[in-house]
């Protein structure tokens, strides 16, 4: 495991980078990755000489891959786990949002899941190549995410956020949940049971 920080912030005469450094895990964002993001922006926005600010993955093989999965098992366990780690991500990503500088993101690699949203809450996205991963064999979890993409597909007045929020917890409290969880640590293929 490296000592070095999962995210970095550099400056190059008027760019501003924030590279997310974690090649050996395709860059997967963590805790530590969020806490670190509004110090960063913070520094990068009030910087008179940075003009644009750009996010890229370090290494060739990701931008970003999504969430740090090995840290679902101690800190993201359970909804009141997972609470707190969007609270903190939150944070990171209104960092982000509130910056008034351009901001572009350089892909290269995979862009999954949450790698996806930073993208998408940048102002410009170049990409060299990319891939998509899809979850297989989760049944209960894809169906709440299923209802969920559903739900949030309606109209804004039409949606039901009390259905949305117990949808998203039933995701996250799930047997198979859990077991994807163990699985992923312990190198093997999960057993889910539709629970």
């Known amino acids: 495991m490296s000592d070095a920080p999962s995210l970095l912030m ?11 450094n974690r090649p050996e895990k395709r860059n997967a964002v963590g805790v530590e990755t969020w806490e670190l993001m509004p110090k960063y922006v913070q520094d990068l926005a009030t910087d008179d000489a940075i003009r644009v600010v750009i996010m890229r993955g370090a290494g060739d093989k990701a931008f970003v891959a999504g969430a740090d999965i090995s840290q679902f098992k101690d ?7 997972e609470e707190e780690y969007r609270r903190i991500g939150a944070r990171g990503r ?29 102002d410009i996205r170049i990409a060299a190549d990319y891939a998509l991963m899809i979850a297989k064999n989760a049944p209960l979890t894809m ?29 996250f ?23």
């Open 75 to 81: 800190r993201r366990r359970n909804m009141a786990d």
């Open 143 to 171: 169906r709440s995410a299923k209802a969920s993409v559903k739900e949030l597909l309606r109209p804004t007045a039409e949606r039901d956020l009390q259905h949305l929020e117990k949808l998203i917890a039933d995701c």
């Open 10 to 20: 550099e400056k190059d005469g008027p760019i501003g980078w924030i590279i997310f």
């Open 94 to 122: 209104d960092a982000i949002n509130a910056l008034t500088k351009p901001i572009l993101a350089m892909i290269h690699g995979y862009c999954v899941g949450g790698g996806v949203a930073i993208a998408i809450s940048c």
């Open 173 to 195: 409290n799930s047997e198979d949940y859990q077991e994807g969880v163990r699985a992923f640590a312990e190198k093997r293929r999960p057993q889910f049971q539709g629970r």
